[in-house]
């Protein structure tokens, strides 16, 4: 176990699914579910270890009725890629107009991909050891806990939101979504709204801020601002 990066682990947890079941009976009905938790030790240097830039692409916005079609992700050591993560993922919601239009994702590319019962193992596996980054990141947070609750998986993990650090960092910039903090950094996609041409762009303008505006923040206690809970 690294002192740097404290540890990360599967702890098991019962929960009550509820307390009286519909015949009446007293008893507890009792579900194992399973914590995944990553604790960094406070004195943490952000930038020195291992952090994933992560997105999803989705079947729309709510992390209850919608599903994730594409898990894309970068590794950075020492803010140098690498290893990618990039899944497509299938699911039986169907692909409205607007969705394939916006990420040029249509069902028949989902059709004989792996459910997200089996990419998910795969994409924890890839973030272990690693604080994560997403740009909006509250929504890419609530997907992934929506996803792993209902394989009975409870997340407790440090994510930083890209789209924070823009908002205190550049006050002056009108607009703080990707395409303009793109513009901002002279950064180009070689495919919006696609998972890893996203994350790309996150990864430059995450680079850019640090050079600059964000050159301040190096230890664990410097980002709490920007954390997504």
Not at 51 to 59: A, L
Not at 73 to 93: D, G, Q, Y
Request: charged share 25%; aromatic share 8%; with cysteine.
């Amino acid at each position: 176990m690294s002192g740097q990066l404290g540890y990360s682990m599967f702890q098991d947890v019962l929960f009550p699914i509820s307390d009286v079941d519909p015949n009446g009976s007293s008893d507890y009905a009792l579900q194992l579910r399973r914590l995944k938790r990553y604790l960094p030790v406070p004195s943490h240097h952000v930038w020195n270890g291992s952090i994933v830039v992560f997105d999803f692409e989705t079947t729309g916005l709510d992390p209850e009725s919608d599903r994730i079609i594409e898990i894309g992700a970068i590794k950075l050591v020492n803010l140098k890629p690498v290893a990618e993560f990039s899944e497509l993922v299938h699911t039986s919601i169907e692909l409205t107009e607007d969705i394939v239009r916006l990420t040029g994702i249509t069902s028949d590319m989902l059709a004989d991909k792996p459910e997200i019962e089996d990419v998910l193992p795969k994409f924890m596996s890839f973030i272990e050891g690693s604080i994560i980054i997403a740009h909006n990141a509250e929504f890419d947070l609530s997907m992934l806990r929506a996803s792993l609750s209902r394989i009975g998986v409870d997340l407790e993990w440090p994510c930083f939101c890209t789209l924070k650090m823009a908002r205190e960092l550049l006050p002056d910039l009108e607009r703080k979504n990707l395409d303009s903090l793109a513009q901002h950094y002279n950064l180009t996609f070689e495919a919006r709204h696609r998972a890893i041409g996203d994350i790309k762009v996150t990864v430059g303008v995450l680079n850019g801020m640090l050079a600059k505006e964000a050159k301040h923040l190096t230890l664990w206690h410097h980002m709490q601002n920007y954390m997504v809970v």
